[in-house]
């Protein structure tokens, strides 16, 4: 985990295949005016599960409220922190909600064919068991606008907390709580707080468009050349767009 810099609390939430790592080309720009904190979300759940085991991990750091930033799987975590009236702002990148209206250009021709696989019940987690490291590098590769990944020693350390059948397991729970996602979403009704929603490849503008109906203070950026995983892949690009934002709440 990551716990630096003093200030208002920030909240960054991996996805998958990802740990805390994905933010530490962002954490140090971020914690010269507020407190960066970046768990691990290695093991998923609903959006309402994963914010309760986060709001315990922010009771024992002593964090009432915070801005949470939410990319891929951690963006349900990020809705369900504010659903618990945790979050004063929230920043989701690069994923569709569950169940919400919205994304039906993205989700036209299908989810992605990983999202069946991983839902299946023992199914991926058996295929998978001494096949991690290639498999996590598959996602990382194409989560870069290059294709060229994040160099071997990162996707290493990635590659060695989705190892073994337990850890897999673990991570396509994110996959697998979709249905409970999409029945604690549709208790939303209005987020009143300030949204950002950032896109790039492939997600694009889908969750923006997703939060149109449901955000009364939504702002929208487009990364235009900028793969999937936006901390690592562009994370200057990400800062000049976030910080600002970010600065309008102090």
Same mark, same amino acid.
């Given at each position: ?15 998958? /295949?990802?740990?805390?790592? &994905? ?9 010269? =005016? ?48 504010? &659903? ?27 989810? /992605? ?49 989705? =190892?073994?059948?337990?850890? &897999? ?18 208790? &939303? ?29 939504? =702002? ?31």
């Amino acid at each position: 985990m990551i716990d630096t810099g003093t200030g208002p609390a920030i909240v960054l939430l991996h996805g998958f /295949p990802h740990t805390h790592r &994905l933010w530490e080309r962002a954490a140090p720009r971020l914690a010269e =005016t507020h407190r960066v904190v970046a768990p691990d979300l290695v093991e998923g759940g609903s959006a309402l599960e994963l914010a309760d085991r986060l709001a315990d991990v922010l009771d024992g750091l002593g964090i009432d409220r915070a801005t949470a930033v939410g990319i891929d799987a951690g963006v349900p975590a990020a809705v369900g922190l504010a &659903l618990r009236g945790r979050v004063d702002r929230l920043v989701v990148m690069e994923a569709v909600l569950p169940g919400v209206a919205g994304a039906e250009d993205f989700l036209r021709g299908g989810p /992605p064919w990983w999202f069946g696989f991983h839902q299946v019940p023992g199914l991926a987690e058996g295929v998978l068991v001494g096949h991690e490291r290639e498999y996590v590098e598959w996602f990382l590769r194409a989560g870069t606008a290059d294709g060229e990944g994040i160099g071997a020693e990162l996707t290493d350390a990635f590659a060695t907390a989705y =190892t073994g059948r337990t850890a &897999l397991a673990g991570g396509f729970e994110h996959y697998r709580a979709m249905p409970r996602t999409a029945k604690e979403l549709a208790q &939303l009704d209005r987020l009143e707080l300030p949204v950002l929603a950032i896109g790039a490849h492939p997600v694009g503008p889908a969750l923006g468009a997703q939060l149109v109906a449901l955000a009364n203070d939504l =702002t929208t950026v487009q990364l235009e050349d900028c793969g999937h995983l936006i901390p690592l892949d562009a994370p200057d690009r990400l800062l000049d767009v976030l910080i600002p934002w970010l600065a309008e709440g102090l």
